[in-house]
């Protein structure tokens, strides 16, 4: 499962940048273009997390909307898959500006 490798490496991050203090809150962005069920990343977060220092951390998950720019009109607008073209000229070349993000955003620690 593809959210099981994300999750440990999320763990694995915070993990080495809480100075080895407990951490007690997770956000993590995750962008709409990204192929990550929250439910499923939300699951393996407790699985991954049982015995680390991020046991019983609580998980927020932000979705980051998938925003795309128009190459030839200019016009930025909300992507619904990667293969979208522009709602305006209808032209393909069109540049993802934000959706594929997941990244932790913020940890709390003790
Ligand atoms: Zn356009």
């Not at 809480?18 to 962005?29: C, D």
């Not at 990343?41 to 991954?48: H, K, M, Q, R, T």
């Not at 128009?70 to 069109?94: A, I, M, T, W």
């Amino acid at each position: 499962m593809h959210e099981l490798s994300l999750t440990q490496g999320v763990v694995e991050i915070c993990e080495s940048n809480s100075g080895g203090r407990r951490v007690t809150a997770v956000v993590l962005e995750v962008g709409e273009l990204s192929s990550v069920v929250p439910e499923a990343l939300e699951f393996c977060f407790e699985a991954c997390s049982k015995g680390t220092l991020l046991e019983g951390a609580r998980l927020t998950i932000e979705r980051i909307p998938a925003m795309g720019k128009c190459h030839d009109c200019s016009k930025e607008f909300h992507l619904r898959s990667y293969y979208n073209s522009c709602p305006s000229c209808g032209s393909h070349q069109v540049t993802i500006k934000s959706g594929e993000e997941l990244r932790v955003k913020e940890m709390e620690v003790d």
